[in-house]
T-cell receptor, first 118, second 112 residues
Framework: GAVVSQHPSRVICKSGTSVKIECRSLDFQATTMFWYRQFPKQSLMLMATSNEGSKATYEQGVEKDKFLINHASLTLSTLTVTSAHPEDSSFYIC??????????????FGPGTRLTVL | GENVEQHPSTLSVQEGDSAVIKCTYSDSASNYFPWYKQELGKRPQLIIDIRSNVGEKKDQRIAVTLNKTAKHFSLHITETQPEDSAVYFCAARPDNTDKLIFGTGTRLQVFP
C-alpha cells in the first residue's frame, strides 16, 4: 500500500525554539497533504491542507505564522512550529492523498511526530 | 461547517461478541465516510469506507452502514477479537473538499 513517513518521530525542544517536521510520501505522488494535531486521548484536529506549489489552507483558529507549511514537491511537505511553547506539545500527524493510485478518496497517514516543548 | 459526533466514547465487549459504533454528521452534502483504527502511539489506519451513493459495505468481520436521510453511519465489528482493541475514529468529507472531519473517537476493549 501507499507509505507515508514522518521525521523526526519525536523531538524535545526548549521553549522559544523552532521545530521542523517532514512528511514524505515514499511510493506515490501527493498533490495534497494534510497536517493534524492530536492531544492525548483526543481526536485528530485538522490544522491545514497543504497543496503542492501553492499556499496552505489553514483551519479556523490555526495561526499560519506560527505553523509554517511548505509543500515544495509532490512527495514532501514540511510543518515548522515557530517559537514553540509548552502548549504546542502534541502529536503531529500528516496524511497524504495518493494521486492516481488506488482509491482517490483515501488518506494515508504518517506515523506521527511527538513534540515536547520544555 | 461539518461537525461529526461519535458514540460511545468507550466500549467494552467480550471476545466473540459484536461491537457497534455510531456517528452522526451535520452537513448533508458530505459524500465520503471512512473509519480509521488507531492503536496507542501509532498512525490511524483505514479499515473501511463508504461513499454517499452506497447504503452498506462489508469486508469480512467489518461492515459500515450509511443512512443519508438521518445523516448517520455506523461501524459494525462481528466476532470481536482482543486484537480489535484500539481507538476507532469515524470521519466525514464535506462536498467540494478533500479534507476529513473526524469524530471524537471510541476506545474499544475486547476482553478474552
Amino acid at each position: 500500500g501507499a507509505v507515508v513517513s514522518q521525521h523526526p518521530s519525536r523531538v524535545i525542544c526548549k521553549s522559544g525554539t523552532s521545530v521542523k517536521i517532514e512528511c514524505r510520501s515514499l511510493d506515490f505522488q501527493a498533490t495534497t497533504m494534510f497536517w493534524y494535531r492530536q492531544f492525548p486521548k483526543q481526536s485528530l484536529m485538522l490544522m491545514a491542507t497543504s497543496n503542492e506549489g501553492s499556499k496552505a489552507t489553514y483551519e479556523q483558529g490555526v495561526e499560519k505564522d506560527k505553523f509554517l507549511i511548505n509543500h515544495a514537491s509532490l512527495t514532501l511537505s514540511t510543518l515548522t512550529v515557530t517559537s514553540a511553547h509548552p502548549e504546542d506539545s502534541s502529536f503531529y500527524i500528516c496524511s497524504a492523498m495518493a494521486t492516481g493510485r488506488g482509491s482517490p478518496d483515501t488518506q494515508y497517514f504518517g506515523p506521527g511526530t511527538r513534540l515536547t516543548v520544555l | 461547517g461539518e461537525n461529526v459526533e461519535q458514540h460511545p466514547s468507550t466500549l467494552s465487549v467480550q471476545e466473540g461478541d459484536s461491537a457497534v459504533i455510531k456517528c452522526t454528521y451535520s452537513d448533508s452534502a458530505s459524500n465520503y465516510f471512512p473509519w480509521y483504527k488507531q492503536e496507542l502511539g501509532k498512525r490511524p489506519q483505514l479499515i473501511i469506507d463508504i461513499r454517499s451513493n452506497v447504503g452498506e459495505k462489508k469486508d469480512q468481520r467489518i461492515a459500515v452502514t450509511l443512512n443519508k436521510t438521518a445523516k448517520h453511519f455506523s461501524l459494525h465489528i462481528t466476532e470481536t477479537q482482543p486484537e480489535d482493541s484500539a481507538v476507532y475514529f469515524c470521519a466525514a468529507r464535506p462536498d467540494n473538499t478533500d479534507k476529513l472531519i473526524f469524530g471524537t473517537g471510541t476506545r474499544l476493549q475486547v476482553f478474552p
